[in-house]
Nanobody
Framework: QLHLVESGGGSVQPGGSLRLSCTVSGDTFDVHRMGWFRQGPGKDREFLASVSQSGIAKYYADSVKGRFTISRNNAKNTVHLQMNSLKPEDTAVYYC???????????WGQGTQVTVSS
């Protein structure tokens, strides 16, 4: 089982950017495909992006495609989500987690809050 710690959230104005980080420990990091999810107020948890074990293959939900970029550093056991052109509807708690397909396969961390507001 992995231990996941998300960071980098905060408050930003529409059109702004944030870079989220996820530090992973407790297991062999580079055997896992990793994903980012979010849960907005009153909404279900939503898949955003995934990255393969090598970091080469990346997939994005239509809602963030072209604005968000996922990356990983296997030497540092970290996963990142660069978020540009943020919109108020991006307001949510953001989580990283190992996945199989788009299905989480571990316990959720505490997440990091992102608030987009003018």
């Amino acid at each position: 089982q992995l231990h996941l710690v998300e960071s980098g959230g905060g408050s930003v104005q529409p059109g702004g950017s944030l870079r989220l980080s996820c530090t992973v420990s407790g297991d062999t990091f580079d055997v896992h495909r990793m994903g980012w999810f979010r849960q907005g107020p009153g909404k279900d948890r939503e898949f955003l992006a995934s990255v393969s074990q090598s970091g080469i293959a990346k997939y994005y939900a239509d809602s963030v495609k072209g604005r968000f970029t996922i990356s990983r550093n296997n030497a540092k056991n970290t996963v990142h989500l660069q978020m540009n052109s943020l919109k108020p509807e991006d307001t949510a708690v953001y989580y990283c987690i190992p996945i199989l397909g788009e299905v989480p396969i571990d316990s959720w961390g505490q997440g990091t809050q992102v608030t987009v507001s003018s």
